[in-house]
């Protein structure tokens, strides 16, 4: 069977490299008898790649060593609540950007710990467009500045890291991590869903500044604080193991495409591609987000007649190019461009939508 071209927002596409080292050793690893899957975490085998996918992620990434790197479970939704359990620290408000429908989830679930300041909201612009700076209401006195780097549903992107001070910034990067090099040095906080860049859905990768750890509001249970899993090297339960593992493979592959400067590269060229042929199709496909914002993970556009979006759907898929509908909140297409969506991947959708328009138009 033919392998597709998956513009899916994630789970996401693999690199075709890693998904076949992972089918070689899937039921034998390295002479070990076993799988993956079957070893114990507390064993050599485990700990050992485990340890090597840390070290692989402080390399691409250039991650200080006054930073702890967690692998833990339940996604970014469940980071949503942790970060305000740890990062209260005594304080009763925090800092929140609004630029889409997941730093609304965030929003909403700090809330219930403390006080959540909106420094600016994208609403106005119907989420297309990053609020002016002049226009934020930073709190000097807040916790934490939480934003979210990459929004996944609107494909609305921060051209920059934005400046919180001595307050320190939190990010969800969980749709943008990896995709070009990023100064960790300016994070309090870093977390990411895996099921995009990183590997297989099931694993949350955390990254901390050590004095961030150790201060979780009282009554919380244990598996919230950030700090039983730093002093436990990410064992205080059974981690997710085969995704980890995955992970690692990724992060190999990574370094084989030029580390992050080389995927940003990539990933510069697949998005001026896409919007390239959007701009040049004469309003027959749309993007509704700023240009200055303009996501390079995820491509939201419109066509210029909604009544053909059933037929752009169905022969796409039959050319091979596959979850191309776009969010159920906003409609249209949207194509996530992820680091293993080849640019062979991209130049092909392109070519079904000049083909598409040409037939409709």
Same mark, same amino acid.
């Given at each position: 069977m033919a392998r597709i071209f998956n513009f899916g927002a994630g789970p996401a596409v693999m690199p075709q490299a890693v998904l076949r080292k992972a089918q070689e050793e899937l039921v034998d690893w390295h002479g070990s008898g076993m799988? !993956?899957?079957?070893?114990?975490? =507390? %064993?050599?085998?485990?700990?050992?790649?485990?340890?090597?996918?840390?070290?692989?992620?402080?390399?691409?990434?250039? /991650? @200080?060593?006054t930073y702890k790197v967690l692998f833990l479970q339940g996604g970014a939704s469940l980071q949503f609540a942790m970060v305000p359990i740890n990062?209260?620290?005594?304080?009763?408000?925090?800092?929140?950007?609004?630029?889409?429908?997941?730093?609304?989830?965030?929003?909403? $679930? #700090?809330?219930?710990?403390?006080?959540?300041?909106?420094?600016?909201?994208?609403?106005?612009?119907?989420?297309?467009? /990053?609020?002016?700076?002049?226009?934020?209401?930073?709190?000097?006195?807040?916790? &934490?500045?939480? &934003?979210?780097?990459? $929004?996944? /549903?609107?494909?609305?992107?921060? @051209?920059?890291?934005?400046?919180? %001070?001595?307050?320190?910034?939190? #990010?969800?990067?969980?749709?943008?991590?990896?995709? =070009? @090099?990023?100064?960790?040095?300016?994070?309090?906080?870093? &977390?990411? %869903?895996?099921?995009?860049?990183?590997?297989?859905?099931?694993?949350? *990768?955390?990254? !901390?500044?050590?004095?961030?750890?150790g201060q979780a509001l009282p009554g919380m249970p244990i598996m919230l604080d950030y700090r039983i899993h730093a002093d436990n090297e990410s064992m205080y339960n059974t981690p997710p193991t085969f995704p980890i593992y995955m992970a690692g493979l990724v992060f190999d592959w990574l370094k084989e495409q030029g580390g992050l400067a080389g995927m940003a590269r990539i990933n510069e060229r697949k998005a001026r591609l896409l919007y390239d042929?959007? $701009?040049?199709?004469?309003?027959?496909?749309?993007?509704?987000?700023?240009?200055?914002?303009?996501?390079?993970?995820? *491509?939201?556009?419109?066509?210029?007649?909604?009544?053909?979006?059933?037929?752009?759907?169905? $022969?796409?898929?039959? #050319? %091979?190019?596959?979850?191309?509908k776009g969010h159920r909140s906003v409609g249209g297409m949207r194509a996530s461009l992820y680091n293993a969506m080849p640019e062979e991947g991209v130049a092909a959708l392109v070519d079904f939508m000049r083909d598409f328009a040409r037939r409709r138009g």
């Open positions: 799988s !993956v899957m079957e070893m114990s975490h =507390r %064993g050599k085998e485990f700990l050992d790649i485990a340890a090597r996918a840390e070290a692989s992620l402080r390399t691409l990434m250039g /991650i @200080p060593d990062l209260l620290r005594g304080k009763t408000r925090a800092d929140y950007l609004h630029t889409g429908e997941w730093s609304k989830k965030a929003i909403a $679930e #700090a809330r219930r710990f403390g006080e959540v300041n909106v420094v600016a909201s994208g609403e106005a612009s119907g989420f297309t467009d /990053i609020p002016a700076v002049s226009d934020w209401r930073l709190d000097p006195q807040a916790a &934490y500045l939480h &934003y979210t780097p990459n $929004e996944t /549903i609107g494909g609305v992107e921060f @051209p920059f890291i934005p400046d919180a %001070g001595a307050v320190p910034l939190v #990010a969800d990067m969980s749709s943008t991590i990896l995709s =070009r @090099p990023v100064d960790v040095s300016r994070f309090g906080l870093i &977390y990411a %869903g895996a099921q995009k860049n990183i590997g297989p859905s099931g694993l949350t *990768v955390v990254i !901390v500044r050590e004095d961030l750890v042929a959007i $701009e040049g199709s004469g309003g027959f496909y749309i993007c509704p987000v700023a240009k200055a914002c303009r996501s390079w993970m995820n *491509v939201p556009f419109t066509l210029k007649d909604a009544g053909l979006d059933e037929a752009f759907l169905k $022969e796409s898929k039959a #050319a %091979g190019l596959l979850q191309l």
